[in-house]
C-alpha cells in the first residue's frame, strides 16, 4: 500500500503564493502518474494539475493555466505545486493523487477514477 500526505497549505491574501508539496511512502514502485485536486465546501471535487512521469508532460485546468507550476521527483514520487497570484475562488481543500496502476491515455488525467491513492488533504484559503 501507498500514502499520501499532503502538506503546505495555509491561509494567503489574494494575489499572494503557496507552494504545496505531497510526500508518498511504501513499498512500491515510482508512480506512473499523480496529480492535484481540489474541493470547495458544497462543490464537486475538481482536476488541478497532473504529470505523466514517462513522457513528462503537465496538464493543467484552464482556471489555473499560468499560475499554478506542478513539478516533482518520480523516483521519489513526491509532489509539488506552486501557486502564484491566487484568487478567492482558489479556496478549498487540496489532494494529492497517484496512480500506481497502468499508464493511461493523456486526457484521461482530469478524472479521479485514474488514481489509486489519495491523501487527506490540506486547506488553502485565500482572502480577500
Known amino acids: 500500500q501507498v500514502q499520501l500526505v499532503e502538506s503546505g497549505g495555509g491561509l494567503v491574501q489574494a494575489g499572494g503564493s503557496l507552494r504545496l508539496s505531497c510526500a508518498a511512502s511504501?513499498?512500491?514502485?515510482?508512480?506512473?502518474?499523480m496529480g492535484w485536486f481540489r474541493q470547495a465546501p458544497g462543490k464537486e471535487r475538481e482536476f488541478v494539475a497532473a504529470i505523466n512521469w514517462s513522457g513528462g508532460s503537465t496538464y493543467y485546468a484552464d482556471s489555473v493555466k499560468g499560475r499554478f507550476t506542478i513539478s516533482g521527483d518520480n523516483a521519489k514520487n513526491t509532489l509539488h505545486v506552486q501557486m502564484n497570484s491566487l484568487k478567492p475562488e482558489d479556496t478549498a481543500v487540496y489532494y494529492c493523487?497517484?496512480?500506481?496502476?497502468?499508464?493511461?491515455?493523456?486526457?484521461?488525467?482530469?478524472?479521479?477514477?485514474?488514481?489509486?491513492?489519495w491523501g487527506q488533504g490540506t486547506q488553502v484559503t485565500v482572502s480577500s
Open positions: 493523487a497517484a496512480d500506481f496502476s497502468r499508464p493511461h491515455l493523456s486526457g484521461s488525467y482530469y478524472y479521479t477514477s485514474v488514481y489509486d491513492y
Open positions: 511504501g513499498r512500491t514502485s515510482s508512480s506512473y502518474a
